[in-house]
């Protein structure tokens, strides 16, 4: 199959535009005829089915190949963290008070 530019730029135009996926650009997109290639790593399952609805929607793509994957663990602790009492901000440094 030949690479096909235009397809592989529209899928990028539809990631671009939806507010479900807020950093499309961790989503690497390959077409190769009307088969479309979604590679990367997102912060939730929300986000992964939304990058895959959207290549869906796109005229032309007939068969979506997607490794986008996400860590449900990162997100069942931070959403852990962020409701525990006194927590103010998460950020990447542990203070203790």
Same mark, same amino acid.
């Given at each position: 199959?030949?690479?096909?530019?235009?397809?592989?730029?529209?899928?990028?135009?539809? !990631?671009?535009?939806?507010?479900?996926? *807020?950093? *499309? !650009?961790?989503? &690497?997109?390959?077409?190769?005829?009307?088969?479309?290639?979604?590679?990367?790593?997102?912060?939730?399952? =929300?986000? =992964?089915?939304?990058?895959?609805?959207?290549? =869906?929607?796109?005229?032309?793509?007939?068969?979506?190949?997607?490794?986008?994957?996400?860590?449900?663990?990162?997100?069942? &602790?931070?959403?852990?963290?962020?409701? !525990?009492? =006194?927590?103010?901000?998460?950020?990447?440094?542990?203070?203790? !008070?």
């Amino acid at each position: 199959m030949l690479a096909n530019p235009p397809l592989q730029e529209a899928v990028i135009a539809i !990631l671009e535009r939806d507010p479900r996926v *807020p950093d *499309p !650009l961790t989503i &690497a997109v390959a077409a190769q005829g009307d088969v479309v290639a979604l590679r990367g790593k997102v912060e939730t399952f =929300r986000e =992964r089915h939304a990058a895959i609805d959207d290549a =869906r929607q796109v005229d032309g793509v007939r068969e979506i190949d997607g490794y986008v994957e996400y860590d449900p663990q990162r997100v069942a &602790a931070y959403d852990d963290v962020a409701t !525990l009492e =006194r927590v103010m901000g998460i950020d990447n440094e542990i203070t203790i !008070l």
